[in-house]
Protein backbone atom coordinates (compact mmCIF):
# COMPACT_ATOMS: atom_id res chain seq x y z
CA UNK A 1 0.00 0.00 0.00
CA UNK A 2 1.27 3.60 -0.61
CA UNK A 3 -0.23 6.60 0.92
CA UNK A 4 -1.32 9.63 -1.08
CA UNK A 5 -2.60 12.88 -0.13
CA UNK A 6 -5.62 14.22 -2.30
CA UNK A 7 -6.73 17.95 -1.47
CA UNK A 8 -10.75 18.73 -3.05
CA UNK A 9 -11.80 22.11 -2.06
CA UNK A 10 -11.23 22.72 1.21
CA UNK A 11 -11.15 18.80 2.39
CA UNK A 12 -7.79 17.03 2.40
CA UNK A 13 -8.00 13.49 2.62
CA UNK A 14 -4.93 10.35 3.23
CA UNK A 15 -5.54 7.54 0.64
CA UNK A 16 -4.08 4.17 0.45
CA UNK A 17 -3.56 3.13 -2.99
CA UNK A 18 -3.18 -0.60 -3.71
CA UNK A 19 -0.51 -0.70 -6.78
CA UNK A 20 -1.79 -4.36 -7.45
CA UNK A 21 -4.97 -2.44 -8.30
CA UNK A 22 -6.74 -0.69 -11.29
CA UNK A 23 -6.92 2.97 -11.17
CA UNK A 24 -10.63 2.59 -11.10
CA UNK A 25 -10.38 1.05 -7.77
CA UNK A 26 -8.50 4.40 -6.34
CA UNK A 27 -11.14 6.80 -8.29
CA UNK A 28 -13.94 4.40 -6.61
CA UNK A 29 -12.27 5.28 -2.85
CA UNK A 30 -12.52 8.98 -3.87
CA UNK A 31 -16.18 8.84 -4.69
CA UNK A 32 -16.89 7.17 -1.01
CA UNK A 33 -14.90 10.48 0.48
CA UNK A 34 -16.19 12.84 -1.50
CA UNK A 35 -19.47 11.38 -3.82
CA UNK A 36 -17.67 12.88 -6.78
CA UNK A 37 -18.66 10.50 -9.80
CA UNK A 38 -15.80 8.84 -11.36
CA UNK A 39 -16.50 10.13 -14.54
CA UNK A 40 -16.05 13.66 -13.04
CA UNK A 41 -13.06 13.15 -11.46
CA UNK A 42 -10.12 15.06 -12.59
CA UNK A 43 -6.90 13.67 -10.73
CA UNK A 44 -3.78 15.87 -11.33
CA UNK A 45 0.05 15.49 -9.88
CA UNK A 46 1.05 12.78 -11.53
CA UNK A 47 3.57 13.22 -14.84
CA UNK A 48 1.61 13.45 -17.89
CA UNK A 49 -1.47 15.31 -16.64
CA UNK A 50 -4.67 13.74 -15.25
CA UNK A 51 -4.58 10.61 -14.25
CA UNK A 52 -6.68 8.36 -17.38
CA UNK A 53 -8.53 5.10 -16.39
CA UNK A 54 -6.44 3.04 -18.48
CA UNK A 55 -3.06 4.14 -16.50
CA UNK A 56 -0.91 1.76 -15.17
CA UNK A 57 0.90 2.37 -11.77
CA UNK A 58 4.12 1.26 -13.03
CA UNK A 59 4.33 3.92 -15.42
CA UNK A 60 3.56 6.66 -12.92
CA UNK A 61 5.52 8.39 -10.40
CA UNK A 62 3.82 6.65 -7.48
CA UNK A 63 5.20 7.24 -4.18
CA UNK A 64 4.60 7.11 -0.07
CA UNK A 65 3.40 10.75 0.51
CA UNK A 66 2.88 12.31 -2.72
CA UNK A 67 0.39 15.20 -2.99
CA UNK A 68 -2.48 15.12 -5.51
CA UNK A 69 -5.58 17.76 -6.39
CA UNK A 70 -8.86 16.44 -7.13
CA UNK A 71 -11.18 17.97 -9.23
CA UNK A 72 -14.62 17.85 -9.88
CA UNK A 73 -18.67 18.46 -8.06
CA UNK A 74 -19.98 15.48 -6.06
CA UNK A 75 -23.49 14.36 -6.10
CA UNK A 76 -25.89 16.38 -4.61
CA UNK A 77 -28.20 14.18 -2.32
CA UNK A 78 -31.98 15.29 -2.47
CA UNK A 79 -33.24 17.05 1.36
CA UNK A 80 -36.21 15.20 2.42
CA UNK A 81 -39.43 16.97 2.29
CA UNK A 82 -40.41 15.93 5.54
CA UNK A 83 -37.50 16.67 8.84
CA UNK A 84 -36.54 13.28 9.72
CA UNK A 85 -38.09 11.86 13.22
CA UNK A 86 -36.77 8.73 15.19
CA UNK A 87 -38.16 6.28 16.90
CA UNK A 88 -37.26 6.78 19.86
CA UNK A 89 -38.96 10.57 19.70
CA UNK A 90 -42.17 9.41 18.72
CA UNK A 91 -45.26 9.36 21.52
CA UNK A 92 -45.46 5.54 22.60
CA UNK A 93 -48.43 4.70 20.37
CA UNK A 94 -46.98 5.80 17.31
CA UNK A 95 -43.77 4.35 17.92
CA UNK A 96 -45.32 0.50 18.14
CA UNK A 97 -47.62 1.34 15.04
CA UNK A 98 -44.01 1.28 13.62
CA UNK A 99 -42.94 -1.59 15.21
CA UNK A 100 -45.56 -3.52 13.71
CA UNK A 101 -44.56 -2.50 10.39
CA UNK A 102 -42.55 -4.77 7.79
CA UNK A 103 -38.59 -4.02 7.57
CA UNK A 104 -36.85 -2.53 4.46
CA UNK A 105 -36.27 -4.15 1.52
CA UNK A 106 -33.48 -3.21 -1.02
CA UNK A 107 -34.16 -1.87 -4.44
CA UNK A 108 -32.03 -4.64 -7.21
CA UNK A 109 -29.84 -2.56 -9.29
CA UNK A 110 -29.54 -4.47 -11.91
CA UNK A 111 -28.55 -8.46 -11.28
CA UNK A 112 -27.99 -7.09 -7.58
CA UNK A 113 -30.30 -10.14 -5.90
CA UNK A 114 -26.78 -11.82 -4.62
CA UNK A 115 -25.74 -8.68 -2.63
CA UNK A 116 -29.41 -8.02 -1.17
CA UNK A 117 -30.01 -11.34 0.43
CA UNK A 118 -26.43 -11.37 1.09
CA UNK A 119 -26.78 -8.37 3.10
CA UNK A 120 -30.41 -8.84 4.63
CA UNK A 121 -29.35 -12.43 6.26
CA UNK A 122 -26.20 -10.34 7.76
CA UNK A 123 -28.51 -7.70 9.34
CA UNK A 124 -29.86 -10.66 11.11
CA UNK A 125 -26.61 -10.50 13.48
CA UNK A 126 -26.92 -7.49 15.70
CA UNK A 127 -23.60 -7.93 16.96
CA UNK A 128 -22.53 -7.48 13.77
CA UNK A 129 -24.41 -4.36 13.47
CA UNK A 130 -23.15 -3.02 16.84
CA UNK A 131 -19.48 -3.89 15.69
CA UNK A 132 -20.06 -1.19 12.38
CA UNK A 133 -21.70 1.01 13.74
CA UNK A 134 -19.14 2.05 16.31
CA UNK A 135 -16.43 1.13 13.57
CA UNK A 136 -14.04 4.32 13.45
CA UNK A 137 -11.59 4.70 10.48
CA UNK A 138 -7.51 4.44 11.13
CA UNK A 139 -6.97 5.20 7.15
CA UNK A 140 -8.93 5.69 4.32
CA UNK A 141 -8.60 2.21 2.65
CA UNK A 142 -10.85 0.94 0.14
CA UNK A 143 -11.87 -1.55 3.03
CA UNK A 144 -13.04 1.66 5.37
CA UNK A 145 -14.53 2.98 2.60
CA UNK A 146 -16.95 -0.55 2.34
CA UNK A 147 -16.93 -0.45 6.10
CA UNK A 148 -18.17 3.20 6.19
CA UNK A 149 -20.76 2.97 3.56
CA UNK A 150 -21.62 -0.43 5.49
CA UNK A 151 -22.76 1.92 8.06
CA UNK A 152 -24.84 3.99 5.91
CA UNK A 153 -26.74 1.24 4.69
CA UNK A 154 -27.52 -1.07 7.66
CA UNK A 155 -28.60 2.50 9.91
CA UNK A 156 -31.08 2.94 6.61
CA UNK A 157 -32.38 -0.31 6.72
CA UNK A 158 -32.69 -0.94 10.65
CA UNK A 159 -34.85 2.70 10.61
CA UNK A 160 -36.77 2.72 7.63
CA UNK A 161 -39.78 0.98 6.49
CA UNK A 162 -39.78 1.42 2.89
CA UNK A 163 -37.51 0.22 0.48
CA UNK A 164 -33.71 1.32 0.22
CA UNK A 165 -31.90 1.75 -3.06
CA UNK A 166 -27.96 0.82 -1.92
CA UNK A 167 -26.78 2.80 -4.93
CA UNK A 168 -23.12 4.27 -2.72
CA UNK A 169 -22.61 0.83 -0.97
CA UNK A 170 -23.15 -1.24 -4.73
CA UNK A 171 -20.75 1.11 -6.30
CA UNK A 172 -18.51 0.99 -3.31
CA UNK A 173 -18.33 -2.74 -3.02
CA UNK A 174 -17.81 -2.70 -6.72
CA UNK A 175 -14.84 -0.30 -6.59
CA UNK A 176 -13.29 -2.88 -3.86
CA UNK A 177 -13.73 -6.25 -5.68
CA UNK A 178 -14.11 -5.34 -9.56
CA UNK A 179 -14.94 -8.76 -10.61
CA UNK A 180 -18.58 -7.99 -9.40
CA UNK A 181 -18.40 -5.38 -12.45
CA UNK A 182 -19.01 -8.03 -14.93
CA UNK A 183 -21.28 -7.31 -17.88
CA UNK A 184 -22.41 -8.99 -20.34
CA UNK A 185 -21.87 -9.13 -24.15
CA UNK A 186 -25.28 -6.86 -23.92
CA UNK A 187 -23.87 -4.66 -21.84
CA UNK A 188 -26.06 -5.99 -18.59
CA UNK A 189 -24.29 -6.29 -14.82
CA UNK A 190 -24.47 -9.87 -14.51
CA UNK A 191 -25.64 -12.65 -12.10
CA UNK A 192 -23.26 -13.49 -8.66
CA UNK A 193 -22.81 -15.91 -6.68
CA UNK A 194 -24.24 -15.14 -2.71
CA UNK A 195 -21.62 -17.19 -1.11
CA UNK A 196 -18.58 -15.31 -3.01
CA UNK A 197 -20.26 -11.85 -1.94
CA UNK A 198 -21.09 -13.19 2.06
CA UNK A 199 -16.80 -14.36 1.67
CA UNK A 200 -15.69 -11.24 0.89
CA UNK A 201 -17.83 -8.93 2.47
CA UNK A 202 -16.91 -10.82 6.30
CA UNK A 203 -13.27 -10.72 4.77
CA UNK A 204 -13.21 -7.01 4.21
CA UNK A 205 -14.64 -6.46 7.18
CA UNK A 206 -11.82 -8.19 9.41
CA UNK A 207 -9.20 -6.60 7.83
CA UNK A 208 -10.32 -3.29 9.40
CA UNK A 209 -11.39 -4.58 12.90
CA UNK A 210 -8.63 -6.42 14.43
CA UNK A 211 -9.28 -7.41 17.84
CA UNK A 212 -6.30 -5.78 19.00
CA UNK A 213 -4.00 -3.04 17.15
CA UNK A 214 -2.22 -5.21 15.01
CA UNK A 215 -1.72 -4.33 11.30
CA UNK A 216 -5.67 -5.43 10.41
CA UNK A 217 -4.66 -4.26 6.93
CA UNK A 218 -2.00 -7.02 5.79
CA UNK A 219 -3.86 -9.35 3.39
CA UNK A 220 -0.68 -11.88 3.53
CA UNK A 221 -1.70 -12.55 7.20
CA UNK A 222 -2.58 -16.31 7.39
CA UNK A 223 -4.36 -15.64 10.54
CA UNK A 224 -6.15 -12.37 9.79
CA UNK A 225 -9.99 -13.78 10.33
CA UNK A 226 -8.80 -15.16 13.68
CA UNK A 227 -7.41 -12.24 14.89
CA UNK A 228 -10.53 -9.98 13.87
CA UNK A 229 -13.86 -9.63 15.35
CA UNK A 230 -15.27 -11.16 12.75
CA UNK A 231 -13.33 -14.37 13.15
CA UNK A 232 -14.87 -14.31 16.85
CA UNK A 233 -18.56 -13.71 15.58
CA UNK A 234 -18.09 -16.54 12.62
CA UNK A 235 -14.67 -18.17 12.69
CA UNK A 236 -14.38 -21.69 12.64
CA UNK A 237 -11.34 -22.76 14.10
CA UNK A 238 -10.30 -26.51 12.98
CA UNK A 239 -7.16 -28.75 12.89
CA UNK A 240 -6.78 -30.58 9.26
CA UNK A 241 -4.82 -34.50 9.28
CA UNK A 242 -3.53 -35.11 6.20
CA UNK A 243 -2.72 -39.05 6.16
CA UNK A 244 -0.82 -40.69 2.84
CA UNK A 245 -2.95 -42.99 1.12
CA UNK A 246 -0.15 -44.19 -1.21
CA UNK A 247 2.54 -44.80 1.70
CA UNK A 248 0.80 -45.10 4.99
CA UNK A 249 4.35 -45.74 7.18
CA UNK A 250 4.51 -41.86 6.50
CA UNK A 251 3.97 -39.86 9.29
CA UNK A 252 0.70 -38.03 9.67
CA UNK A 253 0.86 -34.18 9.69
CA UNK A 254 -1.98 -31.53 11.67
CA UNK A 255 -2.53 -28.03 10.39
CA UNK A 256 -5.19 -25.55 12.45
CA UNK A 257 -7.26 -23.45 10.21
CA UNK A 258 -10.27 -20.65 10.41
CA UNK A 259 -13.06 -21.40 8.71
CA UNK A 260 -15.56 -19.11 8.11
CA UNK A 261 -18.04 -21.43 6.55
CA UNK A 262 -18.59 -25.44 6.48
CA UNK A 263 -19.91 -27.00 3.13
CA UNK A 264 -22.33 -29.52 2.80
CA UNK A 265 -21.42 -31.99 0.66
CA UNK A 266 -24.11 -33.36 -2.00
CA UNK A 267 -24.06 -36.74 -3.68
CA UNK A 268 -26.90 -39.42 -4.65
CA UNK A 269 -26.62 -40.59 -1.02
CA UNK A 270 -27.42 -37.36 0.65
CA UNK A 271 -30.52 -36.40 2.18
CA UNK A 272 -29.81 -34.68 5.48
CA UNK A 273 -27.74 -31.08 6.08
CA UNK A 274 -25.27 -33.74 8.90
CA UNK A 275 -24.62 -36.19 6.17
CA UNK A 276 -23.01 -33.92 3.90
CA UNK A 277 -21.62 -31.96 6.71
CA UNK A 278 -19.74 -34.88 7.49
CA UNK A 279 -18.91 -36.18 3.76
CA UNK A 280 -17.30 -32.02 3.80
CA UNK A 281 -14.96 -32.54 6.42
CA UNK A 282 -13.54 -35.56 4.79
CA UNK A 283 -12.27 -35.61 1.44
CA UNK A 284 -8.77 -37.00 -0.74
CA UNK A 285 -6.44 -34.64 -1.99
CA UNK A 286 -3.00 -34.52 -3.57
CA UNK A 287 0.14 -32.77 -2.75
CA UNK A 288 3.60 -33.19 -2.38
CA UNK A 289 4.93 -36.27 -0.69
CA UNK A 290 8.11 -35.81 1.44
CA UNK A 291 8.77 -39.46 1.30
CA UNK A 292 7.87 -40.39 -2.01
CA UNK A 293 9.48 -36.93 -3.56
CA UNK A 294 6.27 -36.87 -5.77
CA UNK A 295 2.87 -35.66 -5.55
CA UNK A 296 0.72 -38.43 -3.66
CA UNK A 297 -2.88 -39.17 -2.48
CA UNK A 298 -3.59 -37.68 0.92
CA UNK A 299 -6.78 -38.49 3.22
CA UNK A 300 -7.91 -35.32 4.74
CA UNK A 301 -9.85 -35.08 7.71
CA UNK A 302 -11.21 -32.02 9.28
CA UNK A 303 -12.48 -31.95 12.99
CA UNK A 304 -13.43 -28.68 14.89
CA UNK A 305 -11.59 -27.30 17.95
CA UNK A 306 -13.88 -24.28 18.43
CA UNK A 307 -16.65 -22.93 17.87
CA UNK A 308 -18.04 -19.08 16.92
CA UNK A 309 -21.45 -17.74 18.05
CA UNK A 310 -22.87 -17.67 14.72
CA UNK A 311 -22.31 -20.80 11.90
CA UNK A 312 -22.46 -20.08 8.13
CA UNK A 313 -23.71 -23.46 5.83
CA UNK A 314 -22.93 -23.49 2.48
CA UNK A 315 -25.13 -26.17 0.47
CA UNK A 316 -22.49 -27.06 -2.85
CA UNK A 317 -25.15 -27.09 -4.89
CA UNK A 318 -23.39 -25.70 -8.01
CA UNK A 319 -20.71 -27.64 -9.99
CA UNK A 320 -19.32 -27.12 -13.91
CA UNK A 321 -19.97 -28.66 -16.79
CA UNK A 322 -17.69 -28.71 -19.34
CA UNK A 323 -20.30 -29.76 -22.16
CA UNK A 324 -21.92 -26.37 -21.50
CA UNK A 325 -19.30 -24.46 -20.36
CA UNK A 326 -21.32 -23.40 -16.69
CA UNK A 327 -22.50 -23.94 -13.51
CA UNK A 328 -24.81 -26.69 -13.20
CA UNK A 329 -27.22 -27.27 -10.10
CA UNK A 330 -27.97 -30.37 -8.13
CA UNK A 331 -31.60 -30.08 -6.63
CA UNK A 332 -31.31 -32.85 -4.69
CA UNK A 333 -33.81 -32.38 -1.99
CA UNK A 334 -31.93 -31.94 1.29
CA UNK A 335 -33.53 -31.40 4.86
CA UNK A 336 -31.92 -29.02 7.73
CA UNK A 337 -33.02 -28.29 10.81
CA UNK A 338 -34.05 -25.84 12.38
CA UNK A 339 -31.83 -27.02 15.30
CA UNK A 340 -28.26 -27.88 14.54
CA UNK A 341 -26.14 -29.97 17.00
CA UNK A 342 -22.37 -30.45 15.84
CA UNK A 343 -21.06 -32.03 18.43
CA UNK A 344 -20.04 -35.05 16.46
CA UNK A 345 -17.68 -33.02 14.33
CA UNK A 346 -15.79 -31.50 17.10
CA UNK A 347 -12.48 -32.99 18.29
CA UNK A 348 -11.98 -35.38 21.66
CA UNK A 349 -10.79 -32.84 23.76
CA UNK A 350 -13.07 -30.15 22.40
CA UNK A 351 -15.93 -32.85 23.51
CA UNK A 352 -14.90 -33.03 26.52
CA UNK A 353 -14.94 -29.45 27.25
CA UNK A 354 -18.65 -28.90 25.67
CA UNK A 355 -19.99 -32.35 28.11
CA UNK A 356 -20.84 -30.52 31.12
CA UNK A 357 -22.09 -27.97 29.48
CA UNK A 358 -24.79 -30.06 27.53
CA UNK A 359 -25.73 -32.11 30.91
CA UNK A 360 -26.31 -28.75 32.78
CA UNK A 361 -28.49 -27.76 30.12
CA UNK A 362 -30.12 -30.96 29.52
CA UNK A 363 -30.62 -31.17 33.88
CA UNK A 364 -31.75 -27.64 33.62
CA UNK A 365 -34.57 -28.07 31.23
CA UNK A 366 -35.62 -31.51 33.12
CA UNK A 367 -36.00 -29.08 36.34
CA UNK A 368 -37.97 -27.02 34.44
CA UNK A 369 -40.10 -29.95 33.09
CA UNK A 370 -40.56 -30.87 36.50
CA UNK A 371 -41.81 -27.44 38.25
CA UNK A 372 -44.21 -27.15 35.53
CA UNK A 373 -45.43 -30.09 36.04
CA UNK A 374 -46.02 -29.35 39.95
CA UNK A 375 -47.37 -25.81 39.09
CA UNK A 376 -50.02 -27.16 37.00
CA UNK A 377 -50.87 -30.00 39.15
CA UNK A 378 -50.29 -32.74 36.68
CA UNK A 379 -50.22 -36.53 37.82
CA UNK A 380 -46.89 -38.72 38.18
CA UNK A 381 -47.63 -40.51 34.66
CA UNK A 382 -44.27 -40.63 32.74
CA UNK A 383 -46.43 -40.61 29.80
CA UNK A 384 -47.33 -36.62 30.29
CA UNK A 385 -43.85 -35.78 31.14
CA UNK A 386 -42.38 -37.50 28.02
CA UNK A 387 -45.45 -36.17 25.85
CA UNK A 388 -44.25 -32.84 27.16
CA UNK A 389 -40.88 -32.75 26.78
CA UNK A 390 -41.30 -34.03 23.19
CA UNK A 391 -43.30 -30.86 22.40
CA UNK A 392 -40.79 -28.57 23.95
CA UNK A 393 -37.51 -29.52 22.42
CA UNK A 394 -38.20 -32.48 19.76
CA UNK A 395 -36.83 -35.86 18.60
CA UNK A 396 -33.35 -35.40 20.35
CA UNK A 397 -34.16 -33.46 23.46
CA UNK A 398 -33.01 -30.10 22.58
CA UNK A 399 -34.32 -27.00 24.71
CA UNK A 400 -35.97 -24.36 22.25
CA UNK A 401 -33.77 -20.57 22.48
CA UNK A 402 -35.27 -17.83 22.53
CA UNK A 403 -34.56 -15.16 19.63
CA UNK A 404 -34.82 -12.18 20.93
CA UNK A 405 -35.05 -9.19 17.33
CA UNK A 406 -32.49 -6.75 19.78
CA UNK A 407 -29.10 -7.52 20.80
CA UNK A 408 -29.07 -6.71 24.51
CA UNK A 409 -25.60 -8.32 25.55
CA UNK A 410 -22.26 -7.18 26.77
CA UNK A 411 -19.51 -6.19 25.30
CA UNK A 412 -17.55 -9.27 26.22
CA UNK A 413 -20.53 -11.96 25.01
CA UNK A 414 -20.55 -10.05 21.60
CA UNK A 415 -16.79 -10.55 21.12
CA UNK A 416 -15.35 -13.76 23.17
CA UNK A 417 -18.30 -15.79 24.47
CA UNK A 418 -17.86 -19.08 22.53
CA UNK A 419 -20.56 -21.80 22.19
CA UNK A 420 -20.42 -23.87 25.11
CA UNK A 421 -22.98 -26.71 23.79
CA UNK A 422 -22.44 -27.27 20.32
CA UNK A 423 -25.76 -26.73 19.49
CA UNK A 424 -27.61 -24.14 17.12
CA UNK A 425 -30.63 -22.87 15.75
CA UNK A 426 -31.37 -21.52 12.48
CA UNK A 427 -31.98 -17.59 11.86
CA UNK A 428 -31.48 -16.77 8.74
CA UNK A 429 -31.91 -18.94 5.08
CA UNK A 430 -30.79 -17.73 1.57
CA UNK A 431 -32.19 -19.41 -1.25
CA UNK A 432 -31.58 -19.76 -5.17
CA UNK A 433 -34.12 -19.96 -7.96
CA UNK A 434 -33.07 -21.29 -11.20
CA UNK A 435 -31.06 -24.11 -12.72
CA UNK A 436 -27.63 -22.41 -13.20
CA UNK A 437 -25.36 -20.32 -10.82
CA UNK A 438 -24.85 -17.21 -13.70
CA UNK A 439 -28.75 -16.76 -13.53
CA UNK A 440 -31.92 -17.09 -11.56
CA UNK A 441 -32.97 -15.27 -8.55
CA UNK A 442 -31.77 -15.10 -4.97
CA UNK A 443 -33.93 -14.28 -1.78
CA UNK A 444 -33.53 -14.10 2.25
CA UNK A 445 -35.17 -15.34 4.57
CA UNK A 446 -34.93 -14.33 8.07
CA UNK A 447 -36.05 -15.19 11.55
CA UNK A 448 -38.34 -12.73 13.37
CA UNK A 449 -39.61 -14.60 16.10
CA UNK A 450 -41.08 -17.65 16.81
CA UNK A 451 -42.86 -19.24 13.65
CA UNK A 452 -42.59 -15.79 12.06
CA UNK A 453 -40.28 -15.28 9.16
CA UNK A 454 -39.77 -12.61 7.02
CA UNK A 455 -39.06 -13.01 3.01
CA UNK A 456 -36.49 -10.54 1.22
CA UNK A 457 -37.08 -10.61 -2.57
CA UNK A 458 -34.89 -7.54 -3.09
CA UNK A 459 -37.77 -4.68 -2.12
CA UNK A 460 -40.53 -6.76 -1.59
CA UNK A 461 -40.90 -8.09 1.62
CA UNK A 462 -43.60 -10.59 3.16
CA UNK A 463 -44.21 -12.84 6.65
CA UNK A 464 -44.19 -16.77 6.22
CA UNK A 465 -43.77 -19.36 8.90
CA UNK A 466 -41.69 -22.25 9.68
CA UNK A 467 -43.80 -24.05 7.50
CA UNK A 468 -42.92 -22.32 4.49
CA UNK A 469 -39.54 -22.63 5.69
CA UNK A 470 -39.65 -26.35 5.12
CA UNK A 471 -40.27 -26.45 1.73
CA UNK A 472 -36.39 -24.65 1.00
CA UNK A 473 -35.03 -28.02 1.20
CA UNK A 474 -35.13 -28.64 -2.57
CA UNK A 475 -36.22 -31.54 -5.27
CA UNK A 476 -37.55 -28.74 -8.33
CA UNK A 477 -37.71 -25.27 -9.56
CA UNK A 478 -38.73 -23.41 -6.13
CA UNK A 479 -36.63 -21.44 -4.05
CA UNK A 480 -33.83 -24.23 -2.55
CA UNK A 481 -31.34 -23.56 0.37
CA UNK A 482 -27.99 -21.89 -0.56
CA UNK A 483 -26.78 -20.91 2.52
CA UNK A 484 -28.06 -21.17 6.21
CA UNK A 485 -26.99 -18.99 9.19
CA UNK A 486 -27.00 -20.85 12.49
CA UNK A 487 -26.35 -18.70 15.71
CA UNK A 488 -26.02 -20.22 19.16
CA UNK A 489 -28.64 -21.95 20.95
CA UNK A 490 -29.98 -20.44 24.14
CA UNK A 491 -30.16 -22.66 27.30
CA UNK A 492 -33.66 -21.13 27.89
CA UNK A 493 -36.02 -23.98 27.81
CA UNK A 494 -39.75 -23.24 26.01
CA UNK A 495 -42.21 -25.05 25.44
CA UNK A 496 -42.69 -24.42 21.86
CA UNK A 497 -41.80 -27.19 19.59
CA UNK A 498 -39.05 -27.17 17.05
CA UNK A 499 -37.85 -29.68 14.63
CA UNK A 500 -34.93 -31.44 14.57
CA UNK A 501 -32.67 -33.78 12.57
CA UNK A 502 -33.01 -37.26 11.86
CA UNK A 503 -29.11 -38.59 11.57
Known amino acids: MVKVNVKWNKEKYEVEVDPSEPVSSFKGQLYSLTMVPVERQKIMGFKGGILKDDAQWKDLDLSEGKNLMLMGSAVELEKPDKPIVFLEDLPPSKAAA ?268 NASLERKRKAVGGDDEESDKQGEKKAAVGDDNQPQSTLSSEYTSSDDDIFFKENETGKYELCAVLTHQGRYAESGHYVAWVKKSENKWYKFDDRDVTEHTDEDIKKLSGGGDFHICYLALYRTLASKPKSTATITEQK
Open 98 to 365: LNSLLPAGLTNLGNTCYLNSTLQCLKTVPELLSIIKNYKPKTNSRYSNLLKSSQGLFNDLSRLHEPVTPSVFLNTFRMCFPRFSEKSPEGLYMQQDAEEAWGELLTAYAHELPLDNSNGTDSHSADLIKRSMIGKLFGIQVVEKFTCKDNPEEESTTREETLLKLACNITVETSYLFDGLKKGLEEEISKASPTLHKDAIYTKKTLIKQLPKYIMVQFVRFHWKDATKTKSKIVRVVQFPFTLDLFDLCTPEYKERLSPNRKRVEDEF
